[in-house]
């Protein structure tokens, strides 16, 4: 684990604290460029890139949920599974204040409430993961295995 130019971010605190074997992957940022940039400008298959969504149930009950970077999420799919009549993305100000990042920079690690995570089950499936490590134009690789040590996620299948 390189310290010297790895933001502290609460996400990579979270990482260290749980003494996870993590690589820092710094890119240049794009605004609303999402994972295609990130993919673009680390060389990356962009389904390796996994991508940090806050959503809430019909109740307002916030969740996240880690999605493959060259897929989208079904809400409709993900509301059967979690057995909620809806789900709905969050407004980026209310992102904000339940994990602590700006979107764009949003990590499942070290959020400021937390929440429910869901992941797309191929996701466990991958060699390495590329996910937000808190701010944006910054992300960790690691195995999905401490993935699932760190967060104890539950496994969806929610691709559209």
């Known amino acids: 684990m390189a310290k010297d130019k790895t933001p502290a971010t609460p996400a990579v605190r979270v990482l260290r ?14 605004d609303k460029g999402g994972t295609e940039v990130a993919a673009r400008e680390l060389g990356l298959d962009e389904h390796q890139v996994i991508k940090t969504l806050v959503m809430e149930d019909e ?17 409709k799919a ?56 808190g701010k944006r134009g910054f992300l960790v690789q690691m195995t999905p295995a401490d993935l699932v040590r760190v967060l104890s996620p539950t496994p969806v299948d929610a691709e559209q």
Do not use: W
């Open 59 to 75: 109740a307002g009950t916030p969740l996240v949920v880690l999605m493959h970077g060259d897929r989208q999420v079904s809400t």
């Open 17 to 30: 604290q749980h003494q996870v074997d993590f690589t820092p992957r710094p890119y240049a940022y794009e």
């Open 78 to 133: 993900l509301a059967r599974e979690l057995g909620v009549k809806q789900v709905t993305p969050c407004d980026p100000a209310v992102v904000a204040r339940l994990t602590g990042y700006q979107v764009g920079g949003v990590s499942p690690f070290g959020t400021k409430r937390q929440m429910p995570v869901y992941v797309q089950r191929g996701i466990l499936d991958l060699a390495t993961i590329h996910i937000n490590g």
